[in-house]
């Protein structure tokens, strides 16, 4: 190999196999004619796994996981050139000239993409002002950036779309993110990437390109550049995350490969019928669109059975106009039936084998039904529903996704498993759609672009329903640029209204602050609580916490400590280094079972903290925890957390006075920012925790801050139940802080208490941390069951990172050490 500080020689190309397709050979043969001295590796798909299992274990579940090929095509790349250095090009770059001068002398060289390509719509939605291409890199063995690169990878794994979970936009923003001792050299466009991609020229019409100065020549032969990051896109060939239920028991999950069945269908299986049901009364224009929606759909062995109880023949002279016999129109004389009841009429008059509930007033995506028989024939189900729908309120320029639920207007069922719906006027399909779930083997997919929520003002339920629909919503985008973007996205597969539809921006706008608001307003994935499913719900009278955020509150901040002599004084520099006013800043601490002098150490530093703070609480309460085993051990995991929350609760009693906020912060987070306290404050939010990590921008070491992964409730928990509570290894239907950070702020299902912010009100109100289990939880995950149970959210910043380092066992009454268990020995429950 060469030397540390060379570019060796050495050419790195990756195909799925050896059978690189003719018309990139002879532009793969390019490089190694203008290098004959170099050697050259072309690396298959089974050699890359191979090299990561040999070399990068670690990264595998990352790599694995990844839901487009293209996304492990990329980030290999980043793996091969730490490892080996050298030069990698993508199969369509073509050389035009030997590249040896061009990285003489240097350590690792990077290339600009075409300015074109940062006006590019999907590039400016994204910010990107400058694009740094991830196809023609190069490099020394071992360069620190690289290492940099692979931590932002996990970090970024979880982003819609390659663009910037790997490609282009990933590795930008990883450049601009770089220590400054990793910073590369960065070539001009015109020297290896002259010629822009088809969409740009497509976009902003041809330019001459100059060969003459190029080194090389992207010949842009992917598909990346035509991508448009957002929603999901509809699934056509690719793959469905899916569980089953049967009988309520969780069943299988994973993902489906839908074109598996179309093929079955191609190649002449039954394709059975399936009969859309319609109750519609006098709301002609959504029931115009209801049918165009059916009439999209490109499963065609469909009927749609309409019942129409209205009060004119509007909507029937509309079906008689249209001339389709798949459309089966059936007028009822208007006396007041309930919905339920129509729906039995439909039901009664449908021919298919399968019925699907279809809503007048909603919308569906043209491979609904497509997606969801397949899912049922494949999986031999009773029924399928989605698992998360889009919601729209185009009054009021809302669009989001939906929380984890069984979506009752989205059931596709078979006829015969179909029980009938109760004589009621709201309300009805909520009882069947129960039925078939408990009696049946169901289906749950993924897939929520299949269907849009739309609340129109005149819907079967309220304004605040849908209210607390978007309250409990997975995504957002608010007003702005991304809310037009996605609506015309939206407008391109669905019968829009054209009012409803934002006119396109102007080219020349910049709409990074747009960005950059609705990226704050994002919320990551989440699902109900296995162990509890308890609805959500509001509180009757909200905190105003957005008038705190523009002042400075009264805050305290409490700390329970134990066994903390080597802690203390770096704990009180950060504590005096936060720029919030000492004159609004009180602090208490409790000590209990300390054997250290830590007592002692705290009366030391007592005269200090009073003259320095608003008020000072000293208070010490033992509790006896003398843990038989290692601290991160199942074994002694209730007696632990039982004990730190009674610490917890006792000096939330002793401490708190007129204050309007409570930052609890453990006495072992060695860093964290000096405007915290601001930063947690500006989430606008009731409960609000910080990422604590190991060390800057590594993994998360507060594992009790968790979002609940969309299959949550469909898993076996009931196994990791000891002494009472959760235990679940790490990952195991959660996800942490460290696989959210391209979101500003997340709702998370459980939180730590190594940086957490909570409204003094509501710890007035009666929100404690649980000393016993608590919806099988405890401590400061107990305390977010029931602040939810209290309708209150919790809140997390990935990107708000304290510091708590991988330190041995022992320590203080927070909860260092566990980060130094073994992997297979951590659970969940307690880091």
Not at 8 to 20: A, E, F, G, M, S
Not at 791 to 801: F, I, S
Request: include cysteine.
């Amino acid at each position: 190999m060469a030397e540390k500080h060379g570019i060796p020689p050495l050419i790195h190309q990756t195909w799925k196999n050896t059978d690189v397709p003719h018309g990139w050979r002879a532009w793969s043969e390019s490089w190694r004619r203008h290098h004959p001295d170099w050697e050259y590796r072309l690396w298959t798909d089974a050699d890359n796994r191979a090299f990561l299992e040999e070399h990068y274990a670690w990264f595998l579940p990352v790599y694995d996981g990844y839901p487009e090929p293209i996304e492990r095509a990329d980030a290999i790349r980043y793996f091969l050139l730490d490892h080996f250095g050298g030069l990698y090009v993508d199969m369509d770059f073509e050389c035009l000239r030997p590249v040896t001068g061009l990285l003489a002398g240097k350590e690792l060289v990077l290339a600009l993409e075409p300015e074109e390509h940062t006006r590019l719509p999907w590039s400016r939605r994204n910010g990107m002002r400058r694009i740094v291409c991830n196809a023609f890199m190069a490099s020394r063995p071992g360069h620190p950036f690289w290492s940099h690169v692979h931590r932002q990878l996990v970090g970024a794994h979880t982003l819609p779309g390659p663009l910037a979970a790997t490609g282009p936009f990933f590795l930008t923003r990883a450049v601009d993110s770089a220590p400054e001792d990793c910073s590369p050299t960065l070539l001009a466009a015109d020297t290896v990437c002259p010629k822009p991609s088809p969409a740009a020229a497509e976009l902003f019409g041809p330019r001459p390109v100059d060969l003459d100065r190029a080194h090389a020549v992207h010949h842009w032969s992917g598909s990346w550049e035509r991508e448009d990051p957002g929603l999901p896109e509809p699934p056509t060939g690719r793959q469905v995350r899916f569980w089953t239920s049967q009988d309520l028991q969780p069943g299988a999950h994973g993902v489906i490969d839908l074109d598996a069945q179309r093929r079955r269908w191609a190649a002449g299986s039954a394709a059975p019928t399936v009969s859309c049901l319609m109750v519609t009364k006098d709301r002609l224009p959504l029931a115009e669109r209801a049918i165009r929606c059916f009439l999209a759909q490109t499963y065609t062995r469909a009927e749609l059975v309409v019942v129409d109880d209205g009060t004119d023949g509007a909507l029937e002279d509309h079906v008689r106009a249209l001339g389709d016999g798949r459309i089966r129109y059936h007028r009822l004389p208007p006396e007041g039936r309930t919905l339920g009841e129509l729906r039995n009429i439909a039901v009664d008059r449908a021919t298919g084998s399968y019925v699907c509930q279809w809503d007048d007033d909603d919308l569906y995506d043209p491979e609904r039904l497509e997606v969801q028989l397949a899912a049922v024939l494949a999986l031999d189900a009773t029924a399928c529903f989605l698992a998360r729908e889009r919601l729209w309120w185009p009054a009021r320029r809302k669009l989001g996704i939906s929380g984890v639920r069984v979506w009752e207007g989205s059931m596709l069922c078979a006829k015969d498993a179909l029980p009938r719906y109760p004589e009621l006027r709201r309300g009805e399909d909520s009882p069947v759609a129960e039925a078939v779930v408990r009696g049946g083997r169901t289906v749950s997919l993924d897939a929520p672009e299949l269907y849009t929520y739309v609340f129109h003002g005149a819907n079967t339920f309220d304004e605040p329903h849908f209210t607390s629909l978007f309250d409990a919503a997975t995504h957002l985008w608010p007003t702005g640029g991304a809310y037009a973007d996605q609506v015309r996205a939206m407008a391109a597969r669905l019968p829009l209204d054209p009012a409803d539809v934002p006119e396109a921006e102007d080219p020349g706008k910049d709409t990074t602050e747009d960005t950059t608001e609705e990226t704050a307003e994002a919320t990551a994935e989440q699902a109900p609580d296995p162990s509890a499913r308890v609805p959500h719900t509001r509180r009757p009278a909200p905190v105003d916490v957005r008038a705190d955020a523009d002042e400075h509150p009264p805050l305290l901040v409490l700390t329970p400590v134990k066994d903390a002599t080597a802690f203390l004084p770096r704990y009180l520099d950060n504590l005096r280094a936060l720029d919030y006013p000492r004159d609004a800043l009180s602090v208490g601490l409790l000590e209990g079972d300390s054997r250290d002098g830590t007592w002692q150490a705290l009366q030391d530093a007592l005269p200090a903290l009073e003259a320095d703070f608003r008020r000072v609480t000293l208070v010490r309460r033992h509790f006896g925890l003398r843990p038989a085993g290692p601290r991160w051990e199942r074994g002694v995991q209730r007696q632990r957390r039982a004990a730190l929350a009674m610490a917890r609760n006792h000096l939330l009693s002793r401490a708190l006075a007129d204050e309007r906020w409570v930052l609890w912060l453990d006495v072992d987070v060695t860093d964290h920012p000096a405007d915290l306290v601001q930063r947690l404050l500006g989430a606008r939010e009731e409960i609000v925790a910080a990422h604590c990590v190991t060390e800057p921008g590594g993994p998360s070491f507060d594992l009790n801050t968790f979002v609940l992964r969309p299959d949550a409730a469909t898993l076996d928990w009931d196994r990791w139940l000891r002494d009472g509570i959760l235990q679940p290894p790490k990952g195991f239907g959660r996800r942490y802080l460290d696989e959210l950070r391209g979101h500003e702020r997340v709702r998370v299902d459980g939180v730590g208490g190594t940086a957490l912010l909570v409204h003094a009100d509501l710890h007035r109100d009666g929100l404690v941390f649980p000393a016993v289990p608590y919806r099988r939880l405890i401590e400061t995950e107990g305390l977010a069951a029931l602040a939810q149970d209290m309708g209150v959210a919790c809140w997390a910043l990935p990107g708000v990172e304290v510091v708590h380092p991988a330190h041995p066992g022992g320590g203080p009454l927070s909860q260092a050490g566990e980060a130094t268990a073994p992997a297979e020995a951590r659970v969940g429950g307690s880091r």
